[in-house]
């Protein structure tokens, strides 16, 4: 027996791992306390240690990801046979694959082949059933939706409630529940989705389907009212246990209940699920119902700097009611998370967008794109974030934005391979039949259905017999054009019953309908959609065909076993596929994610954004400490680096309100202003190693750090002056009178200060740090006047043309004068002024736009050929009229009059930067205050409207 594995354990997870398998155990451990490792220790100790045979033990997860995870990890400890043999998977694959065995028990009028009704088809059953209650909608003026109806018969399964329990007021003798007339108000509401939930379950079995919420409920009627069905298990073991609902907490009861052994790992302090119908009272729960649990604490965190963890612990904390527990950390302290408030959310995001980049450049490679996450409250909130990242060129990926099995193509596939399992099912065969199109519209579609129902045959059945002559043709006539679509199924159904792995069937069904084809001539992006085709296929050849024996010793017979084909062990694997198990793992992105969909999940540096009233916590939101332990969550997500942002005005539903900090933080920094900061971390030497330790990564050169910085500051804006709020800026500033208000500090010129230039960006890149002109990227640029541009004169007349610099990195600033990075490659020549226009697309067109009589022109010297290497700037004045170019777009151009010089006999001066604070200069500042399009080519952006949890 080797456990060795023990070793690398800490006290209490030793003591987790090594607790005696009679006695029920709560483990609740924090956030980055090495919960998997101690959940798949203790798997493999009962195993090794107590002799526990594999197949006696259940391991129940939430996602597919996490069951996946927890296999390797065990493999590693116990070889992959006897892994191979634990049950281990997610509530709802478990349910599945046990109601196929046993569907003649429990499941009435369905059999072993069901098909899983997922979400998007539920809804567009119950958008129909709604119709006939519309006008009674609209006359009480109600509006409820499909998807509020789904969410209602949702919680009421979780909760195992029937249509009748949903009906309002007491049931009546003389007034049966399901005929009580509608009443006034909510009680309106609630007749409707008890009706509709009792026709939505009469539809469901008529097409032999369940949803999710159907699997544990008849889940939990199979084990209590079966219970040799699960009289193998000698131990179950549960993740997550603190999002468990009450349907799911019954089926760990049930599947317990013969030996009353059950290991749980949770905390309380990460449920977030409320809304989804998660109980956290099962905590307490199991331990009136085993009476002798035992609870162990983890709270070594593993994941986080010291500081970070401070500041989560001081949020969460706030919450009374929590089970006390604390977190510590054998890591440094490191940087102290940043809080900051923004003007708006444009500025918000210009922030996050120029942060990212400057922390990638002065990590020294520490950093990637992969290692930034932006958490947000929901969705929504990600527009103005991708339109900044797309404009600074960083990549994005949106956590779950769009779910492999939710595309057009791999649902048509499914569709064809579905009612090859399941003719009854109506959705696919619906989609199937004119996919690729035949000819066959609704009309015809309807009339086959309603033949079908009358008839009581599936519809494949009735197209079947429709194409064979045996039952009358459909007006319009159908027949021939269903040669297309029942010759390719009854290849297909032949292929599948002799035992046909699913990518062959796939493959085969691609050839027989032509998909290739049809989706070149039906989609423009066909290229993309058929990448996703094959990655089904990679799918299919990677799901093992599960059979699920029982040791079970009950009175099914082997004749009414289902034997499943490996077509429906694939179709149940690609239906029960959860959330993020096929997100985009690729590491050259920045990831946008709700805080829901992060939860077990770490990045290196962690960016929450719109910690705001209202947001944090959700204005809709009936639980606070629940929207209390989500920040609290999202914040321990982060391994090195922790911002905490916020918006002072925000723009929603087209009107700029007003907003104030999350009260979960600015009750932490009333009781301890230390825990947050609002300057940003220089990313030292010093920090750099402490991040590298934490991160377990080498510790960056010094020299490819500061060279990565410096190439940042010579072709960004200067992001770490112009954010550091300018609280010593010397009065002689003009910037330097407005108010700091311990935030990020935004210059707008003001109507005295017109003499202040402004620059606008040109081809994505931006001036230098070292600028004398006073630039503000974000604030409207003050409107230009004639007068501004009098007196503005070249040194060279034939300087007006920008030239090619052979050798690059050639222009050094210094604090009297300006100077201008090179663009695209591309350099200005030295010693001239130029006139610069934010319509400008590239360096070439950087040329003065002349009036048509310009008043007075007097270069030093007209006929002279400057040289970069002697030319130097005139002291004398001299005058020349400019006037700007019309434009084809509306847009206002800021213009100003730049003056480069010649450079620095010094070549290590490309590294300094200017003390803007001694010159007098303001600090330049980020962004750009215009309206982009939503950058969704490249980001993985979601198309979806944010709908409220729960609702």
């Not at 191979?84 to 196929?100: D, E, K, S």
Request: include cysteine; charge should be positive; aromatic fraction near 6%.
């Amino acid at each position: 027996m080797n456990t060795s594995f023990l070793q690398s354990l800490n006290v209490p997870q030793l003591k987790a791992v090594q607790h005696p398998p009679s006695t029920p155990l709560q483990i609740l451990a924090g956030p980055g306390s090495g919960k998997t490792k101690v959940l798949t220790s203790r798997i493999a100790y009962l195993i090794l240690h107590h002799a526990i045979p594999p197949s006696s033990i259940c391991a129940v997860t939430f996602t597919n990801k996490a069951a996946n995870e927890m296999r390797e990890r065990l493999e590693k400890l116990i070889g992959k046979a006897r892994t191979g043999q634990v049950r281990m998977g997610t509530f709802h694959a478990l349910c599945a694959g046990f109601l196929r065995k046993w569907s003649g028990k429990v499941l009435l009028g369905v059999g072993e082949n069901f098909t899983v009704c997922d979400a998007e088809e539920s809804k567009k059953i119950i958008k129909k059933l709604l119709e006939p209650h519309n006008n009674f909608l609209q006359a009480k003026n109600l509006t409820l939706t499909e998807g509020t109806v789904l969410s209602l018969i949702s919680k009421a399964k979780a909760k195992g409630q029937s249509a009748d329990d949903l009906l309002p007021g007491p049931p009546s003798a003389s007034q049966p529940r399901p005929h009580l007339p509608p009443l006034a108000g909510a009680n309106d509401i609630q007749f409707i989705v008890s009706q509709v939930y009792c026709e939505y379950e009469r539809i469901l079995r008529r097409n032999n389907c369940l949803d999710f919420d159907d699997l544990l409920l008849f889940g939990v009627k199979l084990f209590s009212e079966h219970p040799n069905s699960v009289a193998w298990c000698r131990h179950v073991l549960v993740d997550e246990f603190q999002d468990t609902n009450t349907m799911q907490y019954e089926l760990m009861r049930y599947i317990a209940a013969a030996h009353r052994c059950v290991t749980v790992v949770g905390d309380p302090d990460q449920s977030i699920y409320g809304w989804r119908s998660a109980e956290i009272e099962n905590l307490s729960k199991m331990r009136k119902d085993f009476r002798t649990t035992e609870q162990i604490f983890l709270e070594q965190n593993y994941r986080s700097t010291g500081s970070i963890l401070s500041a989560s612990l001081a949020i969460v904390a706030q919450d009374r009611s929590r089970i006390p527990k604390t977190l510590h950390t054998s890591h440094p302290a490191g940087p102290i998370p940043v809080l900051r408030a923004l003007p708006e959310e444009s500025y918000e995001a210009a922030f996050i967008a120029l942060e990212i980049k400057r922390l990638v450049a002065g990590g020294g490679g520490l950093f990637g794109w992969g290692d930034v996450v932006v958490l947000l409250r929901f969705n929504a909130l990600s527009r103005a974030i991708e339109s900044a990242l797309q404009k600074e060129g960083i990549l994005s990926r949106v956590l779950g934005g769009h779910k492999f099995f939710e595309r057009a193509e791999i649902k048509d596939l499914l569709a064809y391979l579905q009612i090859i399992d399941n003719p009854h099912f109506v959705p696919g065969f619906s989609r199937a039949i004119n996919t690729p199109n035949r000819g066959i519209g609704d009309k015809t579609l309807k009339e086959i259905l309603a033949r079908a129902t009358n008839l009581n045959l599936s519809p494949l059945s009735v197209v079947e017999q429709i194409y064979d002559g045996q039952i009358p043709d459909v007006k319009p006539s159908a027949k021939k054009k269903l040669k297309a679509f029942i010759e390719p199924l009854r290849t297909l159904r032949r292929l599948a019953e002799s035992g046909a792995s699913p990518a062959d069937l796939i493959r085969r069904l691609l050839d027989l309908v032509k998909y290739e084809e049809y989706l070149k001539h039906k989609d423009s992006d066909w290229a993309t959609r058929w990448e996703n085709v094959r990655e089904l296929i990679n799918f299919a050849t990677e799901v093992p065909n599960e059979d699920a024996e029982e040791d079970s010793s009950g009175d099914i017979d082997e004749d009414e076993r289902a034997k499943d084909m490996p077509l429906r062990s694939f179709l149940q694997a690609s239906m029960l596929s959860s959330e993020g198990d096929n997100d985009d793992n690729t590491k050259e992105r920045v990831t946008i994610s709700t805080c829901h969909a992060a939860k077990g999940l770490e990045w290196p540096i962690v960016i929450v954004p719109a910690v705001e009233q209202g947001i944090f916590p959700f204005y809709r939101s009936e639980d606070v400490e629940e929207e209390r332990r989500l920040l609290y969550v999202a914040c321990t997500r982060a391994q090195g680096l922790l911002y905490i942002l916020y918006a002072t005005n925000r723009r929603v539903g087209g009107e700029t309100k007003k907003r104030g900090l999350s009260p979960f933080v600015s009750a932490v920094v009333e009781e301890n202003k230390t825990l947050f900061n609002d300057r940003l971390s220089d990313l030292s030497a010093e920090d750099r190693t402490v991040l590298a330790r934490v991160l377990g990564r080498p510790i960056p050169d010094e020299v490819e750090a500061q060279r990565r910085m410096a190439e940042f500051n010579r072709t960004n804006r200067s992001h770490a002056t112009q954010f550091e709020a300018t609280k010593t800026s010397t009065p002689a500033a003009p910037w330097a009178s407005k108010p700091w208000n311990g935030s990020a500090q935004f210059y707008t010129p003001t109507a005295h200060e017109a003499p202040i230039q402004t620059f606008a960006p040109v081809s994505g890149r931006h001036l230098a740090p070292s600028h004398t002109i006073a630039t503000n990227y974000l604030a409207p640029s003050p409107e230009p006047s004639a007068s501004d541009f009098k007196s503005v004169t070249p040194t060279n007349h034939s300087a007006f043309k920008p030239t090619v610099q052979s050798a690059p990195n050639t222009y050094v600033p210094t604090a009297s004068s300006q100077t201008f990075p090179p663009l695209s490659g591309r350099h200005l020549a030295p010693s001239r002024t130029i006139v610069t226009n934010s319509q400008t697309p590239s360096p070439e067109l950087y040329t003065p736009i002349y009036a048509s009589t310009p008043k007075s022109v007097t270069p030093a010297n007209h006929g002279a050929k400057p040289s970069p290497s002697h030319i130097r700037p005139s002291a004398s004045t001299k005058t020349l009229t400019l006037a700007s170019q019309p434009l084809t777009s509306p847009t206002k151009v800021a213009m100003s009059v730049v003056t480069l010089t010649p450079p620095s006999s010094s070549s290590s001066e490309i590294m300094r930067r200017d003390n803007l604070q001694s010159s007098g200069e303001p600090p330049p500042l980020v962004g750009s205050k215009r309206r982009l399009g939503m950058g969704r080519g490249g980001t993985g952006y979601s198309n979806k409207k944010f709908k409220t949890p729960g609702l």
